[in-house]
């Protein structure tokens, strides 16, 4: 049996001390081939080798354990030597990727509205003409419907023109009171450096019983937000016309300053236009089946407030990719 003391003790890895565990402790081990020869051993002297057999064992297994842990051990100190990472030594400089400041923009105003218990709906970007313009009174042959250059498909769907059909969709699909915004990508066809074919809109969306929602509650929101958004700036709201909102308005800031480094974006008349807004039409609600309830809608464009705030002139460079522009806002 010594020797077997001696291999266990000997083994260099993990992979021979296994080999001997097989070899002394397997079914056909030596272990095992010592208890068959001790059933032809004489009678009286059985009780006493299977003592000393087992004895052994127990013996063999405490080393063989100890063992093992000894060789684990050494393996695993040599296999992190072999991969240790050498925190000291100069790196290849990484890059890190960022928002986009579209993105980024959105995100701000929906922090803004969700702080304000606004639920966040998606709606769809192929549309029909029920959801995109019908039912938010913009009847056939109206000509408020060329105010949107529209992208068709077949079969009179088409990509989205603004964010409004999600009013519809929420109404169609949910009982009022509603408090929705529905922030997304919109489509136009239209090409120049305030129009891409394809900008964001966030729209926004309160319905309550009738007579609970007045323009005064709708300033007041929008004025707070435009002031989240930009710092101290004034709001004057200008009597406008969308054909899902009556009466409507455009609201618009005074000059805007940047934050940081002094600028200032100004038009020649001191304000900026920055978003659509009113009581919602009552033939919107009729074309969603809703009674006796009173609303109030607004519509702004992400990339014109990323614009504002980031002091880009060309709309057109948000959507080329321009690693120098990017990089600014990482
Ligand atoms: N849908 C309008 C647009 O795209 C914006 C708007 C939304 C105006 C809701 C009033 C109310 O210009």
Redesign the pocket.
């Known amino acids: 049996m010594k020797e077997w003391y001696d291999k266990i003790n000997q083994a260099v890895d993990v992979e021979t001390l296994e080999e001997i565990r097989i070899a002394v402790f397997g079914k056909k081990g030596i272990l095992a081939a010592e208890f068959v020869k001790m059933k032809s051993a004489p009678n009286e002297q059985k009780s006493q080798i299977a003592k000393d057999l087992n004895t052994h064992k127990s013996a063999l297994m405490n080393e063989f354990t100890a063992k093992k842990i000894t060789l684990q051990t050494q393996a695993l100190q040599e296999a992190m030597k072999a991969e240790a990472i050498d925190v000291s030594m100069f790196s290849t400089s990484s890059q890190a990727g960022a928002l986009h400041p579209v993105m980024e923009t959105m995100d701000r105003i929906v922090e803004y509205f969700s702080s304000m218990n606004f639920s966040v709906k998606t709606g769809q970007m192929v549309e029909d003409d029920f959801n995109n313009f019908e039912a938010l009174n913009l009847p056939k042959y109206h000509p408020a419907r060329d105010?949107?250059d529209t992208f068709y498909f077949k079969d009179e769907m088409m990509l989205r023109?603004?964010?409004?059909p999600v009013?519809i969709r929420t109404m169609m699909s949910h009982k009022p009171p509603i408090r929705m915004i529905a922030p997304g990508a919109?489509f136009r066809r239209d090409y120049d450096i305030t129009h891409t074919p394809m900008f964001h809109?966030v729209?926004?969306?309160l319905v309550d019983k009738e007579g609970s929602v007045s323009f005064a509650n709708l300033k007041y929101i929008l004025e707070d937000f435009l002031r989240y958004m930009f710092g101290d700036v004034k709001v004057r709201f200008r009597p406008s016309f969308?054909p899902?909102?009556e009466p409507?308005a455009e609201a618009d800031i005074s000059c805007v300053f940047c934050k940081g480094n002094g600028c200032r974006v100004c038009s020649h008349t001191g304000w900026l236009e920055v978003?659509?807004?009113?009581i919602v039409d009552p033939n919107v609600f009729e074309a969603v089946k809703y009674e006796n309830v009173s609303g109030y809608?607004?519509?702004?464009g992400v990339e014109r407030f990323a614009m504002l705030i980031h002091q880009i002139g060309d709309l057109r460079s948000l959507f080329e990719g321009d690693m120098k522009l990017l990089e600014q806002f990482q």
């Open positions: 105010m949107q023109t603004h964010t409004s009013q919109v809109q729209e926004g969306l969308f899902f909102t409507s978003l659509g807004c009113g809608a607004f519509g702004l």
